[in-house]
């Protein structure tokens, strides 16, 4: 039984599946009139985040809520931790306060890991330092397998800062695992050395030679402060490099989508014609988001066997 | 050891009972449309649409419900139900609903499909179709047509096999002390 969800890396491709086999279950729910059902009702969820986010937050609130469980924020500026309380003190605190699971996002990597230990509450990592982000990779696949029909066999052309990414560790390890053949495009300074040892990996340092043939092209985020960090020369030969436009989207396949995590940066990792365009599922990306949540949730408080033989007995149980 | 509650022959005739009943009942098949209980209950579901349709030469509308995201047992199981197709392509607004399923016990599926129902419409009214009644219930429900009422111990277990699912088409009951082995 999973008591909680730190990472791709502790999962298997049955697991990864599951879940996204549970979340068209709830993607169907979110088209509904009324969008809740009454399925964790009396459970409680607690946002941690120590970092600033918008989406997310706002994400697993909506997948809790339409759940029915009660949510709390927590954000850390109108914290303790501010007091100087220390994490474990913290979760505890959020534990006697009758939480079943917590969502962290924090800028250490390994905090989730650290925390899951010491409570029996269920921890969901919603963004842990440069380690995994693995809600952000499930709804990606999700939504890859929403437009493709398929996931093994496909190839996807991830963009940008991948070193500084957990979006990108956490869909190369998923990738990886699904048999999806993963291309790193970037500049040297921004790719991991030795990530292309890695399942599926091929690693390109230009958009000429690492689009042609992809199905799908992931660009990230580039954070304006590693230009400060000496990683590119200026934020404007970054975008002459690697900005996706029309033009380079043809070289991909002619049924390729786009995706892009968010938030944007119009003009330097993606033109507004490309994120606007008719090929552009970033959208999908966020509605995805809350089903792909609510099945992470639904599967954690609920009961989530990995092992493939358990299914036998549920059915005879439940046809009684 | 099981026993055969049911063959081919007798689910063939209890659904075609059923059929006449239902419309005779509902004076016709105006307004009616069908909700199968995922999953016997949408095999039903369908072979009952294709019997009224050929007495009535109107075939009604069959949805498909699951109940899981509804059951009150979430926290009693080990694992948590795997999630089926919900899939009703039509508005439940002032609908004469059958509700199908193909055991009826507890009751407890058909409360958690009544609340699963009023969060995507509003019927005029919601009638409960089942194959076997097996008795023992928890709540107070009771079926409008049944094919047939058998009594059992609570712990049997009566499993239904069709021939959707590469079966022949019977109703069995296992005695509780052999669903160990």
Known sequence: ?320 | MSIELLGTVEIGRAISRMAHEIIERNRGVEALCLIGIQRGGVYLAERLAERIHAIEGVRPPVGRLDVSLYRDDLSLRREAPRIKETDVPFSLNEMRVVVVDDVLFTGRTIRAALDALMDLGRPALIQLATLVDRGHRELPIKADYAGKNIPTSRSDLVKVYYSEEGENDRVLLFNAGELQS
């Open chain 1, 1 to 320: 039984m999973k008591k909680d969800l730190l990472g791709i890396r502790e999962l298997s491709a049955e697991d990864i599946q599951h879940v996204l086999d549970t979340a068209s279950g709830f993607k169907g729910v979110l088209e509904r009139d009324i969008k809740k059902v009454p399925t964790l009702r009396g459970k409680t969820m607690v946002n941690l985040f120590f970092e600033p986010s918008t989406r997310t937050r706002m994400s697993f609130e909506l997948a809790g809520k339409r759940l029915s469980m009660d949510v709390a924020n927590v954000s850390v500026p109108s914290s303790s931790v501010v007091k100087g309380e220390s994490l474990l003190d913290t979760i505890r605190t959020m534990e006697a306060y009758g939480a079943d699971i917590v969502v962290i996002r924090h800028a250490s990597s390994g905090v989730p890991h650290l925390l899951s230990g010491s409570v029996a509450a269920s921890i969901v990592n919603a963004g842990d330092g440069f380690n995994e982000h693995p809600t952000q990779a499930l709804l990606d696949l999700f939504t890859i397998r929403q437009h493709k029909g398929r996931l093994e066999g496909l190839t996807v052309a991830i963009v940008g800062d991948v070193a500084h990414s957990r979006v990108a560790k956490s869909n190369v390890y998923a990738m990886g695992k699904l048999g999806m053949t993963i291309r790193l495009i970037g500049p040297p300074t921004l790719i991991p050395s030795g990530v292309e040892s890695l399942p599926g990996v091929e690693v390109y340092h230009t958009m000429e030679e690492g689009l042609p043939g992809a199905d799908v092209v992931m660009q990230l985020r580039i954070q304006k402060e590693r230009q400060e960090g000496g990683f590119f020369p200026s934020i404007h030969e970054y975008a002459d490099l690697y900005i996706l436009n029309s033009r380079r989207l043809a070289m991909a396949r002619p049924d390729a989508i786009v995706m892009h995590p968010g938030p944007l940066n119009r003009g330097v990792e993606i033109s507004s014609d490309v994120a606007d365009g008719e090929r552009s599922v970033i959208l999908d990306q966020v509605q995805n988001g809350v089903a792909v949540r609510m099945a992470v949730l639904y599967l954690l408080a609920g009961g989530w066997v990995s092992s493939g033989t358990s299914g036998q007995q549920e059915e005879l149980a439940s046809s009684a």
